[in-house]
């Protein structure tokens, strides 16, 4: 393997020093039109790829966001990922991206190793509330969003949705298509959008004057396809099924849509399925998945644009927390049958 072309042999190329081909990569404004254009043309004659890391090892910052999601096989995130890199582009910025899988310690990793990158900024969509790990970021000079992730810190940016409206659309649709008995499929107690939605859906119940027992809450120890599987096994071994069942997010959904069709269970005739997010697969599951609609390229778009403000003019930047609101997109997996009425009743 040849060794790579450096810059010292595009000096000797184009007879020029060292300094020179330096200015034509980085100030060619003060390079005389007919050397910058030997430079150039020794640079595309032999391939050379500038040295982009040791550059910014000398000025001492990456032109360089980071990414960390909870998950980076969940949609969600690869849909809200292609938002921050969309806006990272035009800025002129990478993304490098980082999966905690819903680990403490993973994430610390991943935040150590982007400040030995010196990133301009940290996307961070926290396992726990109060992360350590942002406190870390911010000792050290590096600007930092909270992603999908509410707060009250006037001293930091966020980029949200707002989760419990988003749970209480969820449920006081499921109660008005006469679901008595609910259970919520939750995900792990510190995750902070799964409790949210949790409160939304206790918000839907307390609103329509109904008891609490309306609705059971069953825990899964992640947000995942094969978690929500699990959970509706568990549902369909009881001897009575629940009316319906709200899940913390779609990939939950779509594991316990799948194993009401293993079952037989028929959806949403014997149950009714809501998922939130509202993937892309949600829609083209074997029941269309009602979910709550989060807007996620935009969610993205949002908090790298922060970021990047931020990282650029810090005693500038003003601070903003952005909440977007979720919607409901009603399809087959909760639209119950109305049974017929009577002859005799009224309408």
Not at 91 to 105: D, F, K, M, W, Y
Not at 167 to 173: I, K, M, P, Q, S
């Amino acid at each position: 393997m040849k060794p790579p072309i450096g810059i010292r042999d595009v000096a000797l190329r184009a007879e020029v020093s060292v300094g020179t081909v330096s200015n034509v990569l980085n100030r060619p404004d003060v390079v005389a039109a007919g050397t910058r254009e030997r430079v150039l043309a020794a640079i595309d004659a032999l391939g050379y790829v500038r040295n982009e890391p040791a550059r910014q090892l000398r000025s001492g910052t990456a032109r360089t966001i980071g990414l960390v999601v909870l998950d980076v096989g969940n949609p969600f995130f690869t849909d809200v990922a292609r938002g921050v890199e969309e806006a990272a582009s035009e800025a002129g910025h990478a993304v490098i991206l980082c999966n905690s899988g819903e680990s403490v310690a993973k994430e610390r990793g991943h935040v150590e190793l982007l400040a030995a990158q010196r990133v301009h900024g940290v996307l961070i969509t926290p396992v726990q509330s109060g992360p350590a790990q942002v406190r870390w970021l911010r000792e050290r000079g590096i600007s930092v969003v909270l992603l999908d992730h509410p707060t009250a810190e006037e001293d930091l940016c966020s980029v949200a949705v707002d989760d419990r409206h988003g749970g209480e659309l969820a449920v006081t649709h499921l109660l008005a298509e006469g679901c008595e008995r609910i259970v919520m499929v939750t995900g792990p107690a510190g995750i902070h959008q799964a409790a949210e939605r949790h409160r939304g859906a206790r918000d839907a119940i307390r609103l329509a004057s109904r008891s609490p027992e309306v609705l059971e809450v069953l825990p899964a120890p992640a947000l995942n396809v094969a978690c929500g599987l699990r959970a509706g096994e568990q549902l369909l071994a009881r001897a009575v099924l629940p009316d319906a069942v709200f899940c913390a997010n779609d990939l939950l959904a779509l594991g316990l849509l799948q194993a009401a069709v293993r079952a037989g269970v028929r959806v949403p005739e014997d149950l009714a399925i809501v998922g939130y997010d509202d993937i892309d697969f949600a829609a083209a599951a074997a029941v269309p998945l009602t979910s709550v609609r989060q807007p996620r390229h935009e969610i993205g778009r949002t908090a790298a644009t922060l970021v990047i403000a931020e990282s650029q003019s810090p005693s500038e930047h003003e601070h903003r927390h952005e909440v977007f609101t979720p919607e409901l997109v009603v399809r087959e997996s909760s639209r119950r049958p109305k049974l017929p009425r009577r002859r005799g009743e009224s309408e």
